[in-house]
């Protein structure tokens, strides 16, 4: 039976179990590098450890607090249809209509096919409902009453076309880029390392494009991202790096290479190949911050460092979503896709609504 205090009471125990116990059972992880060859050991700690982060008790009370949850299951049959480029990047939809009380089909990603259900059976351990309140299906879901979709353009018309009648969340491609001011430490470029290479950048809140003043020099950069060096050694990385060097130098590209990571001035683009990196120097911060607000449907984070000047400049902007350097990879429970507010949305289906 539905009751949400329950339910937040075993998502706390969810956490702890995430950040104590979870990296050590090896089952899972080969299983879904089996399947998908980016989900490689270091990855998938490293979303474990960012899911067992958000569930501490004081984060999750603070999110359950926001909403009016509802005190009885909905009924209403939920489907969600979820993307699989990061492990358990579907995480959060599932636990948010689950929370919500309704009846949720779940067709995950063939990239991520192990560990969300995986997971999802360690919470049912810890609360029998959530085994009854979800169904996984592989063909198409029917008889649904609202769907939460993600996926790129050509998805995106397919969801259109089978689910547009219905109260609907559908997500489209996004990345992220970064703002500095010159004034960064050292270990502000090393968290700046972790926004552009956790991974493998492939995530919607990896940084694909760094705006640098004219001045700036990258070898900061470089000396702070040695670290992830070891990039180069993964072979489908190596392949999109050798792959777009040579592409780039038969274009007579100017490019910057240190042997893990390839670096092209970019105007026009946001989201860079696989094993690259877009930069694009400027001299007028405003003139960036224009930018940033024509294009900010295409963004889901600007990672800018804390106090700056460009900080200070972008923060304000209810267009973008700033955050400091080095938490791209662990978003709060309330950092929601698209800066839309997924449990207002799922809550709205009952009639219920959240707090302000």
């Given at each position: ?114 560990l969300p259900k995986w997971l999802l059976s360690k919470w049912a351990e810890l609360e029998p409902y959530v ?226």
């Amino acid at each position: 039976m539905y009751n949400a205090n329950n339910l937040f009471s075993s998502l706390v125990q969810l956490g702890q179990w995430l950040l104590q116990e979870a990296a050590r059972e090896e089952a899972p992880q080969p299983l879904a590098e089996a399947r998908n060859g980016w989900f490689v050991k270091e990855s998938v700690d490293m979303a474990l450890e960012a899911h067992g982060q958000a569930l501490r008790e004081d984060r999750l009370r603070g999110w359950q607090a926001q909403h009016h949850w509802p005190v009885k299951g909905t009924g209403a049959k939920v489907g969600l249809i979820l993307a699989g480029n990061l492990p358990l990047v579907g995480w959060h939809d599932i636990m948010c209509a689950i929370l919500a009380g309704h009846d949720v089909h779940v067709k995950l990603s063939q990239d991520d096919a192990v560990l969300p259900k995986w997971l999802l059976s360690k919470w049912a351990e810890l609360e029998p409902y959530v085994g009854q309140a979800v169904t996984f299906h592989d063909g198409l879901m029917k008889g649904m009453d609202a769907v939460v979709a993600t996926g790129g353009a050509n998805a995106g018309r397919y969801f259109q076309a089978y689910f547009g009648h219905l109260p609907h969340l559908f997500r489209g491609q996004r990345t992220s880029v970064a703002v500095l001011d010159g004034e960064e430490t050292s270990e502000q470029l090393e968290g700046l390392g972790n926004d552009v290479f956790a991974h493998f950048g492939m995530g919607c809140r990896s940084v694909t494009k760094l705006w640098i003043p004219s001045d700036f020099n990258l070898d900061r950069c470089f000396g702070a991202w040695i670290g992830w060096g070891h990039l180069a050694q993964h072979g489908k990385y190596a392949n999109n790096y050798d792959y777009h060097k040579a592409v780039w130098l038969l274009n007579r590209e100017d490019l910057i290479e240190n042997g893990f990571v390839l670096v092209k001035e970019e105007r026009e683009g946001l989201v860079s190949p696989i094993g690259t990196l877009y930069v694009e120097r400027y001299d007028d911060l405003n003139a960036v911050q224009a930018q940033l607000h024509d294009r900010s449907d295409e963004l889901q984070v600007v990672t800018v460092r804390p106090e700056g000047e460009a900080w200070e400049a972008l923060a304000s902007s209810e267009l973008l979503r700033v955050v400091p350097c080095g938490a791209n990879q662990h978003p709060k429970l309330d950092d929601y896709a698209d800066g839309v507010d997924t449990v207002q949305f799922l809550l709205s289906l009952n009639g219920e609504e959240g707090k302000t």
